[in-house]
């Protein structure tokens, strides 16, 4: 279901990420980043995600992720309610990037952003 060798930025973001801790996906894709905190650091994951098909592939590997938009789904969530909100390779589809940070930083204690080079 999931391949064991996983993406080199997964990797290091994995090692960012304390144990247990409570994460949020921005732009999750298939879930395999989130699966691999989940298998390895125990973190409590969700994603957001927009695609159909990757949100089915998230499903299938047991995840929990919501069908939204990023720069219109962070409203909803508590101040504070994330330790980590990742937004890895997602940036370069957002359009209202300052809102999508604020909301970041608002509902999470840390954020982590990957770029692709």
């Known amino acids: ?23 949020l996906d921005l732009g999750c894709g298939n879930g395999d980043l989130m699966y691999l905190l989940a298998r390895e650091k125990n973190a409590k994951v969700q994603g957001i995600e927009l695609d159909d098909a990757a949100i089915y592939e998230c499903v299938k590997k047991g995840l929990s992720v919501i069908h939204s938009d990023i720069e219109s789904g962070l409203v909803e969530y508590p101040d504070r309610s994330f330790d980590y909100v990742i937004l890895n390779q997602s940036m370069q589809e957002v359009k209202r990037v300052d809102m999508v940070f604020e909301q ?3 509902i999470g204690t840390r954020i982590i952003v990957g770029f692709p080079n």
Do not use: N, P
């Open 104 to 106: 970041a930083l608002r």
């Open 1 to 23: 279901m999931v391949s064991e060798a996983f993406r080199f930025d997964h990797r290091i973001i994995q090692q960012l990420v304390e144990a247990g801790a409570k994460v």
